[in-house]
Structures are given as structure tokens and as C-alpha cells.
């Protein structure tokens, strides 16, 4: 890191250190265990979203072949998810199917198919543990869901 910017950064941390000690233990107030929770999520959801990114692109690479795509789209559903990526194919014309991911605070994912007619529960993990082959797979499966309907 650039000299100015960790001196920046450290006296940041400092001014962060003093407040802290000026409010007191943290443990004290009602809802500490859940902020804290959340906070751990919130921080973990840029390396989410990369480990997302990157398995779309890796197939992306292999099925654009055949004039397909991943698309990723990030919604707004706050205050019942701390993230919830909606993951469809671009290059049919009808309306497919689309995997959803839904974090919650705890940073439990939920990965839900979706297609007109109904919606299954496709796995659950979690965030700090989920790695790329599992979302591959996840992807894998909205392609096949996506061609087995007529």
C-alpha cells in the first residue's frame, strides 16, 4: 500500500479505537451478537460476488460458443437479504428459468430455481465456505433447466 495511504488509514483506525473505548463495551448493547453477524457478511460479500463472477465468466468462455451468456443482476432486497443475485441465460428468446442467490445476515446462501411455473430449493451453504465448483454447478443446473423445458 502506498506510504500516505496506510498513514491515512492508521490514523483512521486510531480515531476508530478511541470511540470505541469512549462508548464502551459493544457486548453491552441489545442487538451486538446480530450487527455482528451481519457485519461479517457485509465485509464477505465483495469476495462473493468475485467467486460468482468468475465461475460465470469460465462458462461464459465455454458457452458462448453456442450463443449463450450468464447474466448476473444484483436487486435491492433489503431489509430480508443482505445480497440477492438473480443469475439467468441470455440467447433464448422465451422467458428461462434463473437462479437466485439470497444471503441472509448470517450468511446463509439459499440457491433457488425459478422458472414460470415454479420455483425448488436447489442447495443451501454459506459464505465463508462456498467455493467455485459449487457455483458452477449451481450454473450447470439452470442450463440444464433451461433445455429441458420444451
Do not use: C
Not at 473505548?21 to 459493544?26: H, L, R, T
Not at 450468511?107 to 465456505?129: A, E, H, Q, V, Y
Request: aromatic share 4%; proline share 6%.
Amino acid at each position: 500500500m502506498d506510504p500516505a495511504v496506510d498513514e491515512r488509514l492508521s490514523r483512521i483506525l486510531e480515531r476508530r479505537r478511541q470511540e470505541k473505548a469512549a462508548v464502551g463495551p459493544p457486548q453491552d448493547h441489545p442487538d451486538y451478537e446480530r450487527r455482528l453477524a451481519r457485519n461479517r457478511v457485509i465485509a464477505e460479500l465483495p469476495r462473493l460476488a468475485a467467486k460468482i463472477s468468475d465461475a460465470a465468466a469460465e462458462l461464459n468462455e465455454i458457452i458462448s460458443e453456442e450463443d449463450l451468456w450468464i447474466k448476473i443482476e444484483i436487486e435491492d432486497r433489503t431489509p430480508s437479504a443482505e445480497a440477492y443475485y438473480n443469475i439467468g441465460v441470455i440467447g433464448r428468446d422465451e422467458d428461462g428459468p434463473t437462479l437466485s442467490l439470497i444471503i441472509d445476515y448470517q450468511g446463509n446462501i439459499r440457491s433457488m430455481l425459478r422458472s414460470r411455473d415454479n420455483r425448488s430449493l436447489l442447495g443451501t451453504s454459506s459464505i465463508f465456505s462456498i467455493e467455485r465448483p459449487e457455483l458452477m454447478a449451481q450454473l450447470v443446473s439452470l442450463l440444464e433447466v433451461q433445455y429441458q423445458s420444451p
